[in-house]
């Protein structure tokens, strides 16, 4: 046949796409621009890898400054109420940094072995103010401080018998059943709220002081941020220097500025609550401590057991433990650690619970959970290292025993942690978000189920709190049972423990089968669960006991 010189009919026209459409279309080749990652590659130092030993010294001290601020913090809400002056002020924060050091030292040897410090928890300031108040109205015969004596017996009574609560869900791994329910969608807003739900000892504790809080939250930003940046071509040590210990240089310039204006009389004619707030000589901390002072078994007298107060007691406990939870996650994405497996979130809680037991065996009104402050620190100096956290304790130990010395750095105007306490939050709460790299971002369940319970995790708490404070220190609880009233403000007064709440329950029945990809448990269950086979090899590298204690306890308590 011969050839033909027809041209095939041309392709019919394809129509525009509308302008919003064409917008939206990706260019060719075009793919995401951050990819999800599963460690924060700006650290220095992972959870087992260590600077040098000057570096770690220098670093565990300002690990005991930062939790040294919301300790005096706690203790300043407590104390007046139960009745005791400056000295029993300074004798409670000495019981309670020596605990913090010993729970510390628990948690990062045998425990989740995260770069986690162990600090006195504001979840048990309702039940200690509950206590203070019943005392105060059936024993008006006591001066203030036999009723100091008598709250702090009862408050270490009740103690004592709710920390069982977290050893039976941590030894009997109910706390691991649940934990392997979690997912990057629970996290999210948990980890979230964990920074924002301490909001209050934040900016509106720096207001209460604004010409020594701003100045300082201002110099912490330019110091630690600014100067690396834009002067670090002079010599690389100034980026080194100011990244790591600006927060040290920017204490020490700020409390010497207060000094100077306790000093010149910038204070001596305004109110007493100013004073309190501003001047480095009105704690009285100083001069009230005690030279030596080891903190003792029941050094205010022998414990007082009551069936209500341990009740209500158990609420704080349950609170620190759904908290110290979230602040595990936050820990491990900045330690450069993988997530915290199930079994070793519970084995967390049961040693948990024995440091509370220790607690108030060794005169301390309040049990313990993680330090969110000290989570920050670790993202704002790049060094997750376990090891500066272990040392740290040292300084929580030292300065517990030599009074004198401690409350030196405790006389620090709180305006000046608060500040510090802004920057440091705000990392943890930016680190909840970035769980949500590893589910679906595009999905409505997803957005539905975080938006409600990180809303709900700072709207219900704040609500709490807000009847509270106008209602002569009552909650919205007002049952004829006082330890159902403790519970109930308690719990849905911690944001954290509300918004893992709602999360969890959402999260496993809404939708919840045929949604492991949307979910993110592709990527999250191999972390929680310790199946051969099926887990992350790397949990033992993280998370393993740093000497073999398979050979003696069972694998199902580890």
């Keep these: 046949m011969g050839e033909t010189n027809e041209q095939p009919p041309p392709p019919p026209p394809v129509a525009a796409p509308p ?46 400054l930062v939790m040294l601020g919301s300790t005096v913090m706690l203790a300043s809400v407590i104390v007046p109420a139960m009745g005791g002056n400056a000295g029993d ?96 969608v629970i996290m999210t807003p948990v980890v979230c709220v964990v920074g924002l739900g301490l909001f209050e000892i934040g900016f509106p504790q720096v207001g ?34 100011f990244e790591r210990y600006s927060l040290l240089l920017c204490i020490g310039i700020v409390w010497a500025f207060a000094a100077i204006l306790t000093a010149a009389g910038a204070y001596d004619h305004v109110s007493l609550k100013t004073q309190q707030h501003c001047r480095t000589d009105k704690s009285r901390l100083i001069s009230s401590a005690p030279w030596v002072k080891v903190p003792l078994p029941f050094q205010w007298g022998p414990p007082i057991f009551t069936a209500g107060h341990s009740f209500g007691m158990m609420g704080a406990v349950l609170v620190a433990a759904f908290e110290s939870t979230g602040a595990h ?9 993988t997530p915290p497996p199930a079994h070793v979130l519970s084995r967390s809680v049961g040693l948990q619970g024995i440091g509370m037991f220790l607690g108030g065996i060794f005169s301390c009104p309040t049990g313990s959970s993680v330090s969110v402050e000290n989570i920050g620190l670790l993202g704002l100096t790049k060094v997750g290292s376990r090891r500066v956290v272990q040392i740290s304790t040292g300084f929580m130990i030292f300065f517990s025993l030599f009074g004198k010395f401690g409350a030196f750095f ?73 330890w159902f009233n403790d519970i109930i403000n308690t719990v849905f007064a911690s944001g954290p423990t509300v918004a893992l709440i709602v999360a969890s329950v959402l999260d496993n029945t809404l939708e919840f089968r045929g949604y492991e990809s949307d979910r993110g448990l592709s990527w999250f269950q191999p972390f929680l669960r310790r199946h051969k086979g099926y887990s992350d090899p790397r949990n033992e590298e993280f998370y393993s006991f740093p000497i073999r204690v398979h050979d003696f306890i069972p694998s199902r308590f580890l």
């Design 19 to 64: 302008p919003m459409m064409a917008m939206m279309v990706p260019p060719v080749g075009a793919g995401a621009i951050h990819p999800p990652h599963e460690q924060f590659h700006h650290l220095n130092y992972c959870v087992h890898s260590n600077p040098s030993w000057v570096q770690v010294a220098a670093l565990a001290f300002l690990h005991y």
């Design 89 to 184: 002020k300074a004798r409670v924060i000495q019981s309670l940094l020596f605990m913090s050091g010993i729970n510390t030292l628990i948690q990062t040897l045998i425990g989740t072995r995260l770069p986690t410090v162990m600090n006195a928890s504001f979840a048990f300031v309702v039940p200690v103010l509950s206590i203070a108040r019943e005392i105060e109205s059936n024993n008006d015969l006591l001066n203030d401080h036999e009723r100091f004596k008598h709250t702090m017996r009862t408050a270490q009574g009740a103690l004592i018998v709710a920390s069982i609560l977290n050893m039976i869900l941590g030894f009997s791994t109910i706390w691991a059943a649940y934990a392997k329910k979690f997912s990057p």
């Design 208 to 241: 209460k002081c604004v010409e020594i809080g701003l100045p300082m939250l201002i110099l912490a930003v330019l110091v630690q941020q600014y100067v690396p940046n834009y002067f670090g071509y002079i010599h690389p040590r100034v980026t080194f220097l």
């Design 410 to 482: 405790a006389s620090i105007p709180l305006p000046i942690f608060a500040a510090i306490y802004c920057i440091l939050f705000g990392i943890v709460a930016a680190v909840g978000v970035s769980f949500m790299q590893f589910a679906n971002k595009n999905s409505m369940r997803n957005i539905y189920i975080i938006g409600l319970s990180l809303f709900l995790g700072i709207s219900i708490p704040q609500y709490f709190n807000e009847y509270t404070s106008s209602a002569d220190g009552r909650g919205p609880a007002r049952t004829n049972a006082g």
């Design 329 to 337: 996650f936050a820990t491990a994405r900045l330690a450069g650690a």
